[in-house]
């Protein structure tokens, strides 16, 4: 049986020409030249001034927060649903994650959510454009400058998304990509860290080189630091990519507008919700499965799998999994987080690599159907078993 990939890039003879190019030619004096031109049109392309080209999106967040300075004693608040990712390098500074509720309509931050949990000790939030999704930015933005709350936006998932036609990578004080390869911008793994400031660059620059000054020559490192850097192969894909990124976000909003006119009639759940001044990016198609139909992602997501489709869970809130459940932060926040606990059950990432075609998305949305149709236990109309 032929499987059907949850995610997978779009690779063209211009990526292979970049790449080969970087490999014959990107040593010695020229070791950075893909580097560079990939940041310059990074940086533009979220309207920022400065990009840093990194091993991933994770050593962007944790640089972000390393170069604001945050650590022991500081409360960093993320979303609660969102990949670990996204709230690991908070622990990496010794700070205190604080688990925030989603928006039941944008699947992102909530600001009331937001603006309840901020406490003398809130230094930071880590706001997530999640699945392409993104936030009430100006809101959360209003909330946060009085209290000195710096916004660091997790755009891993959304580049090529605007919200009121401002791009992903352009909210926040600083903004972290991930090009790994699932995603819709891909350099096999890799990311990049946007920003305006220039002393925080400095900052991020000592602190992703073992702490040497930028343009140190002499390997006389002033501190210690982390050694995040990305290759010049890396580089060069990304670069092709971002040339193309216009085709790569019209191929995910394709595939979403397939699912769209799949599902159009079913009653059994509903993609990504459209939100009004959100151009979204759609990195992931994701079905939430109505509650009344008695079906979770536990039980839909084996069965999908079983029959060829490789879909994937909505990721867990961070409050429930093992690593966070039994700290104080963990408990509060699963008491308090109801819709990402409404939500997240019965989330499902359907495939949406950038090869899919329209005959592959028509087979999932038959697939999906057809268990729900048959595994349903509940006696919502047209959901009783056959
Ligand atoms: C929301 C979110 N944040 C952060 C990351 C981390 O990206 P990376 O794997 O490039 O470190 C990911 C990766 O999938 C993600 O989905």
């Known amino acids: 049986m032929k499987r059907i990939p949850i995610a ?11 790449v080969t190019d970087a490999v014959k030619s990107a040593w010695y004096a020229d070791a950075n030249k893909f580097h560079a031109r990939f940041e310059r049109a990074f940086a533009a392309h979220c309207g920022r001034k400065h ?34 990712a996204s709230v690991a390098p908070v622990v990496y500074v010794g700070a205190t994650p604080v688990f925030a509720d989603i928006d039941a309509r944008t699947w992102c931050l909530c600001p009331d959510a937001f603006e309840s949990l901020i406490t003398p000790r809130t230094k ?50 600083m903004s972290a990509f991930s090009f790994h390869g699932s995603k819709t911008l ?32 002499m390997f006389f490192n002033e501190e210690v630091g982390w050694k995040y850097k990305m290759s010049a ?22 595939i979403y507008g397939w699912y769209r006119e799949e599902l159009a009639e079913w009653i059994g759940g509903s993609l990504n919700p459209d939100v009004s001044g959100l151009y979204n990016s759609y990195w992931m198609t994701t079905v939430v499965l109505r509650r009344e139909i008695g079906l979770t992602k ?16 909505f990721f867990y809130p961070l409050s429930g999994i093992p690593a966070f459940r039994d700290t104080p932060q963990g408990g509060a926040a699963r008491v308090r987080n109801v819709n990402s606990y409404l939500v997240s059950p019965y989330g499902i990432n359907l495939p949406s690599a950038l090869a899919l075609e329209r005959a592959e998305v028509a087979q999932v949305s038959a697939t999906l159907r057809e268990i729900v149709r048959t595994s349903s236990r509940s006696t919502v109309p047209g959901f009783t078993r056959a």
């Open 8 to 18: 997978g890039p779009s690779i063209t003879q211009k990526e292979i020409d970049y």
């Open 51 to 84: 990009a840093v080209s990194l091993p991933s999106c994770t050593s962007g967040l944790h640089l972000a927060l390393l170069a604001l300075g945050i650590g022991r004693g500081d409360e960093v608040i993320v979303p609660d649903a969102t990949w670990i």
């Open 124 to 173: 930071a939030a880590i706001v997530v454009d999640l699945y392409g999704s993104m936030p009430n930015w100006d809101r959360l933005a209003e909330i946060a400058a009085p209290h000195g709350i710096a916004l660091i936006e997790d755009a891993a998932e959304a580049v090529g998304s605007r919200w009121h036609d401002r791009p992903a990578g352009s909210f926040g004080v």
């Open 186 to 217: 891909t350099t096999g793994e890799g990311g990049m860290l946007v920003l305006d400031d220039d002393g925080l660059l400095d900052r991020v620059l000592r602190q992703r080189d073992h702490g040497r000054a930028p343009g140190d020559t």
């Open 233 to 254: 192969m890396q580089a060069a894909l990304g670069l092709a990519q971002l040339e193309r990124i216009d085709e790569l976000v019209a191929g995910k909003r394709r």
């Open 298 to 313: 536990e039980t839909t997501v084996p069965c999908l799998r079983e029959q060829g489709v490789d879909a994937r869970p």
